[in-house]
């Protein structure tokens, strides 16, 4: 009888830890896709602010830099770079996308977007995509067009 | 007596029962808490990972910053191209961090630009506050690194080793000393630096000579690691332009800075390609009849004898320090004075 009574209380006591650890781990994978979301977001910003940055695409007069504008000789010239380099940029880029349209004026013949990145991995379990607005800078005629860098980026 | 005899089984069976049973309950939760304490410590060391390895990176986005990270005690070490801490590794393909072979946090980190003439890349200089900077001599070049590093980082400046000797040696768990040769003051392996640094352990002291040429922008460094009994034969390395001396000064072996050092050179190619492109660009487009045929003759290619395209292509293909200075500075030939006369000019920029 008092066996019994042992064996029933036991019963219960890992019914509730069954109950408990899966409560736990619920809760845990939970956590684990919002941190995993807020990390593809983050890196979202990270690459863009990267792209933005780099000399490879920056405008400048006399190594003053206009933000958030890139050059569009040197864009076209870059597109060909990171292509001949792709693990050069794989340590600031990671698993995404870059893509560089003009909005307007409407682009002209040669002026189509231009894929600077691409590196989509085979499987991802996350994909987000982000916009920023930039000028695209004519250092011929001094002018001025506005564009959009698109990035998507790829959670794994 | 049947009954007094099961009795005394079942007691027995329930404690043996009861025993098993919190043996099991306890190793069940013993192992959780194991399992927890190693996934946390694994946690950790991949986010400080992470850290280091999103400031190597995101470096190319801000310059003239001095940051103190107060992350989890760790020990941090540096390879080329990459970080490791613990067991955990991260590789990286063109890494940009000047510092010493193992670093213990707190970290405090330092960006500069490194142009030439148009910006390449930031540079990272990477240390913590148990690392102490020592500059002997009486140099100018000296005297500027002395005044330009941010307070932050632990430098000593001494004009000369009799300085340095009077004072006491501080506590640090490293120590660099760094000696520029000229005005009097000179290094070889028997030289008395100070007297109690024999008392410290080879792997807490290192030194760097350097010889800087008259235009400070160029010179060789001189890697010595300490012995029980002196200095070990020097490894000689270049250096082009302040940021990569200093790049020198933190970096406590010869096989990391030329690692770094090529990793700049190899951006210097890419970002030094771009820029003959755009100029090629600006040449075809500006021919005559066009409002800016003004310009053209500064943006004229390589086989025309274009001067911007030569020095862009040096910029591209040289290994010689020398060559590649006077391709960005040189006073009547160099990239930055071709972009001065192109600006004065109002035409299209290099860079």
């Known amino acids: 009888m008092q066996m019994g009574e042992t064996i029933a209380v036991l019963v219960v006591f890992f019914f509730l830890l069954v109950i408990g650890m899966v409560f736990y781990v619920n809760i845990a994978t939970t956590k684990v896709e919002e941190s995993r979301y807020k990390n593809t977001e983050l890196e979202a910003v990270n690459v863009m602010k990267r792209a933005l940055s780099l000399p490879e695409l920056q405008c400048s007069h006399n190594n003053i830099v206009d933000e958030a504008c890139v050059d569009r000789y040197k864009l076209y010239a870059a597109d060909a770079a990171v292509e001949a380099n792709p693990s050069a940029y794989f340590d600031l880029f990671g698993t995404s996308t870059i893509t560089i349209f003009q909005i307007y004026p409407a682009p002209l013949s040669g002026e189509e977007p231009v894929l600077l990145y691409d590196f989509k991995p085979a499987t991802y379990s996350s994909r987000l995509n982000t916009s920023t607005p930039i000028s695209i800078y004519h250092p011929l005629t001094r002018t001025h067009a506005f564009g959009l860098m698109e990035i998507v980026t790829y959670g794994k | ?351």
């Open chain 2, 1 to 351: 007596m049947a009954f007094r005899k099961k009795a005394i089984v079942e007691v027995q069976f329930n404690w043996i029962f009861i025993l098993i049973a919190g043996a099991l309950i306890l190793f069940l939760f013993s192992s959780i808490i194991l399992k927890q304490k190693s996934t946390a410590d694994s946690t950790t060391q991949t986010t400080l990972l992470k850290d280091i390895t999103s400031i190597a990176v995101g470096s190319e986005s801000t310059t003239g910053v001095t940051n103190e990270l107060e992350l989890s005690k760790a020990s941090i070490s540096f390879g080329c191209n990459t970080i490791r801490i613990g067991q955990k590794s991260q590789p990286l393909q063109q890494m940009v961090i000047f510092s010493s072979s193992i670093v213990q946090t707190p970290l405090i980190i330092h960006t500069r630009e490194w142009s030439l003439p148009f910006r390449v890349t930031n540079v990272v200089y990477l240390s913590s506050s148990k690392i102490r900077y020592v500059l002997i001599g009486d140099n100018t070049l000296a005297r500027q690194i002395n005044k330009s590093m941010p307070d932050k980082f632990l430098f000593d400046f001494y004009p000369s080793y009799a300085d340095f000797s009077a004072a006491p040696l501080q506590e640090d768990s490293q120590l660099r000393i760094v000696v520029f040769e000229g005005g009097g003051t000179t290094f070889t392996p028997s030289t008395t630096i100070h007297p109690e640094l024999s008392s410290l352990q080879p792997k807490q002291v290192s030194l760097l000579l350097v010889r800087s040429a008259s235009n400070q922008n160029t010179g060789t460094v001189d890697f010595y690691l300490k012995t029980q009994s002196g200095w070990t034969s020097p490894a000689t390395a270049n250096y082009l332009k302040e940021e990569m001396l200093i790049g020198a000064i933190f970096t406590d072996t010869y096989d990391q800075y030329q690692c770094i050092q090529s990793n700049i050179l190899k951006k210097l190619r890419i970002v030094a390609d771009i820029h003959d492109k755009r100029r090629h660009e600006l040449f075809t487009n500006t021919i005559t009849p066009h409002s800016l045929d003004r310009c053209n003759a500064d943006y004229k290619d390589f086989a025309v004898g274009g001067q911007s395209a030569i020095d862009f292509n040096t910029l591209k293909n040289s290994n010689d320090f020398g060559q590649l200075l006077d391709a960005a500075q040189h006073p009547v030939t160099g990239l930055a004075t071709i972009n001065k006369n192109l600006e004065r000019s109002s035409c299209p920029l290099l860079y």
